[in-house]
């Protein structure tokens, strides 16, 4: 089925540790973002890329990092983990810019501990 | 920051009943769209309206944008217990790339 794919779809990490949440998608979109949802807050973007080998920060990049060698593909790397980052992770695509609406995935939920 | 800030944050009606949600932005913008998520779900789109649309439809859902009064709103037509989720709005600010998100409104349909 085309669409987002998120993995893993849970996390535990202690302080410290590093991890890659992975994102691809199968509808060559370039617009591809990632956004971290916590309760009462809304979405809030991190990061993200109009097409591939261009990446931008959003609101909240600190402690993340982001690459994008290809179209489909759209990691997102926790540097070193900390408590603050417990969320849940959405990956969203669209086919150009902001006139088009996102497709998202599942999403990852992320404890850090 | 938040741009788009929805009306009520919270709303439980009977089913079969007709739900409305509102949303209202700060700045001049190129188009709004209307998400809808499952509980523990991504969110699904809805609608997107441009700033030169005044109402748009798909199915049961009607929404519409005033652009002089910064505002717009979600009529779910005939509610069903199939949608109970949290409602979002979004909307551009000027920007090409980032979507500015509101907080949401959590619609709860009682049998």
Known sequence: NAGVTQTPKFQVLKTGQSMTLQCAQDMNHEYMSWYRQDPGMGLRLIHYSVGAGITDQGEVPNGYNVSRSTTEDFPLRLLSAAPSQTSVYFCASSYRTLSYGYTFGSGTRLTVV | SQQGEEDPQALSIQEGENATMNCSYKTSINNLQWYRQNSGRGLVHLILIRSNEREKHSGRLRVTLDTSK??????????????????????????????????GTKLIIKP
């Open chain 2, 70 to 103: 910064k505002s717009s709103s979600l009529l779910i037509t005939a509610s069903r217990a199939a949608d109970t989720a949290s409602y979002f709005c979004a909307t551009d600010e000027d920007s090409n790339y980032q979507l500015i998100w509101g907080a």
